[in-house]
C-alpha cells in the first residue's frame, strides 16, 4: 500500500479523549453545545463520551444525561467508547441513538503489561481471552471478519522500547484465534497512549503488518502527540495509503494513566484538516466549522488549546488574502482577524501603506 488516499475519515475524539481529562466540573449544558457544534462540521462519526465507572473517570459521570438530552443530526453515527461487557449494556440502551455494536467484533490486545493494568485493570493475556467472545459473537451472528486492536506496540513509559517483532508476536496470538474459527481480520487500529511512535517506525510496522497479513485492508491510528511528532506520523500514514485517523479539536485530550496527562493530546483536526486538504485530500469536513467548534471547545474547557489552524487561520487566497495595508499583529487575539474582522487590530500601528517608502514610516 502506498500513494496518498483520495478520501479520509477523521473520527473526532474531543467528547470522549478530550472531556476525559478537563475538570469533572463542567456543566453537561456546555458538553451539549460542543457536541452540537461538532454535529455542524460534517463529521460522520461521532463519539460522545465513554461509558465507564465514575469512580475513575469522574468527567464522564454524566454520560447517561448526555446521551439522552443531545439531539442527534442527520447522517452523523454517534458512538461511545466501552471497554467491558457492562459497558457496552449501559452504551446499547440507547440503540440506535447510539451505535456501539460494530465494536462488538474486535480484539483489543496491548503489548505492555503494565499500561494494561493500569488503565484496563487486566492482563494482555485477560485482554486477549475477551477477545474470544468477540469472535464468538461474529461466528454466531454470520460475520466472516472482524477487527484487531493492537495498543502500544512501540514502547512503553513504564517498560521502554519494545521492538517490532515484540508487537507482531502479540498481533499474531489475536490474528492466529479469528484464523482457528475460519474468520478473517480485514481492519486493525493502531493505539499509541505513550507518544512513543516515531513516522519511520509507523511505516515499518504497516509495511510488516501488510506483508505478513494482505487480509488487513484497513488501517486506523489513534496517536497521542505529547512529543509533537504525531501529525509528521500522520503524514507518513497517508502515504502509506491508511484512511482512518483519530484526532480532537485542538489536540485536545490526554490519558490519566500513561504518565503524561494532559500533554498527551491529540493531532488537532482542524490542522489535520488543512493538511490533508492542502495535499488534495477529501475530509468531507468544513473547515470555518471546525474552526468555530475549537474556539467554543475552548471555552468549554477553560484554557487555550493547542492547534495552530484555529489560531492562524487557513492559508488566505483569492479574496481572504489580507489587506496590503495591515496593522502590525502581534498578539493571539490580533490574528483571529480571519474570523473576527479588522476591528480587533484598529488599535495598531500600519508598518506601511502603498505609495509611502518603508523609511519614512518608520
Not at 455542524?40 to 465507564?52: A, N, P
Not at 499474531?172 to 516515531?198: Q, S, Y
Not at 468531507?284 to 467554543?296: C, F, H, P, T
Not at 488574502?321 to 474570523?339: C, G, I, N, Q, W
Request: net charge negative; aromatic share 8%; proline share 6%.
Amino acid at each position: 500500500m502506498n500513494g496518498l488516499p483520495k478520501l479520509v475519515e477523521i473520527r473526532d475524539d474531543t467528547m470522549r479523549e478530550g472531556l476525559q481529562i478537563e475538570s469533572k466540573d463542567i456543566p453537561v449544558s456546555e458538553k451539549l453545545r460542543l457536541l452540537d457544534a461538532l454535529g455542524e462540521t460534517g463529521l460522520k462519526v461521532i463519539s460522545i463520551g465513554s461509558f465507564v465507572s465514575p469512580r475513575w473517570t469522574p468527567q464522564m459521570a454524566c454520560i447517561d444525561e448526555i446521551a439522552e438530552r443531545f439531539v442527534p443530526k442527520p447522517g452523523i453515527v454517534y458512538t461511545a467508547a466501552v471497554f467491558n461487557q457492562r459497558g457496552f449494556e449501559r452504551a446499547d440502551k440507547y440503540y440506535p441513538k447510539i451505535n456501539v455494536r460494530t465494536r462488538q467484533y474486535m480484539t483489543h490486545v496491548e503489548v505492555g503489561r503494565i499500561f494494561s493494568m493500569r488503565n484496563y485493570n487486566r492482563t494482555p493475556e485477560q485482554l486477549l481471552l475477551e477477545g474470544d467472545t468477540a469472535i464468538q459473537r461474529a461466528r454466531q451472528d454470520g460475520v466472516k471478519s472482524g477487527a484487531i486492536m493492537l495498543g502500544n506496540p512501540f514502547g512503553s513509559n513504564f517498560e521502554g522500547d519494545f521492538t517490532l517483532e515484540q508487537s507482531l508476536a502479540v498481533l499474531k496470538e489475536a490474528m492466529d484465534r479469528w484464523h482457528e474459527h475460519g474468520l478473517t481480520v480485514n481492519d486493525c487500529r493502531i493505539i499509541d497512549d505513550m507518544g512513543a511512535c516515531m513516522p519511520d517506525q509507523l511505516t515499518e510496522m504497516l509495511s510488516a503488518i501488510a506483508e505478513r497479513w494482505p487480509e488487513v485492508t484497513d488501517f486506523g491510528l489513534h496517536l497521542h502527540n505529547q512529543r509533537g511528532v504525531t501529525n509528521i506520523s500522520y503524514y507518513q500514514a497517508l502515504k502509506f495509503g491508511v484512511t482512518h485517523f483519530d484526532t480532537s479539536l485542538g489536540g485536545l485530550g490526554g490519558c490519566p494513566y500513561c504518565g503524561n496527562g494532559r500533554t498527551a493530546g491529540h493531532v488537532p483536526t482542524e490542522d489535520f484538516v488543512y493538511m490533508c486538504e492542502e495535499m488534495g485530500i477529501e475530509t468531507g469536513l468544513n473547515l470555518d466549522k471546525l474552526i468555530e467548534a475549537a474556539v467554543i471547545a475552548e471555552e468549554v474547557v477553560g484554557h487555550p488549546l493547542w492547534g495552530h489552524v484555529s489560531k492562524a487561520g487557513p492559508r488566505p487566497r483569492g479574496k481572504t488574502l489580507y489587506p496590503k495595508d495591515m496593522p502590525f499583529v502581534e498578539t493571539l487575539e490580533e490574528a483571529s482577524h480571519f474570523r473576527k474582522g479588522p476591528s480587533v487590530y484598529a488599535h495598531q500601528v500600519k508598518p506601511w501603506k502603498e505609495g509611502t517608502a518603508l523609511a519614512s514610516e518608520l
